[in-house]
């Protein structure tokens, strides 16, 4: 099995940029496909993209399409969720999935986490 971890989240005004990653062990995540959701205070847990096993196709959600990347490194086992022009709503724990079959957008399909990073984004 996979063993997941994010970092890159933190304090960011309105408008900045952050870029997370989630390093993979244990497994080459090139078998997986990867998705990012966010969580926010009181909230379900969302999807925000994914990336297909092969890496050709991604997935956005609405809220983050045009101001978000998916991509992923598989020298370094790591996939990255490029995030521009953040607004307060962004504000959430975001998490990194990784399943064993085709990309989805439904939290519960998803085989294995990481446990989160915080993403605070200030107005």
């Known amino acids: 099995q996979v063993q997941l971890v994010e970092s890159g989240g933190g304090l960011v005004q309105a408008g900045g940029s952050l870029r997370l990653s989630c390093a993979a062990s244990g497994r080459t995540i090139s078998i997986y496909a990867m998705g990012w959701f966010r969580q926010a205070p009181g909230k379900e847990r969302e999807f925000v993209a994914a990336?297909?096993?092969?890496?050709?196709?991604?997935y956005y959600a609405d809220s983050v399409k045009g101001r978000s990347t998916i991509s992923r490194d598989n020298d370094k086992n790591t996939e990255y969720l490029q995030m521009n022009s953040l607004k307060p709503e962004d504000t959430a724990v975001y998490y990194c999935?990784?399943?064993?079959?085709?990309?989805?957008?439904?939290?519960?399909?998803?085989?294995?986490w990481g446990r989160g990073t915080q993403v605070t984004v200030s107005s």
């Open positions: 990336m297909s096993r092969s890496g050709s196709n991604t």
């Open positions: 999935a990784a399943r064993v079959a085709e990309a989805r957008v439904i939290p519960r399909d998803y085989d294995y």
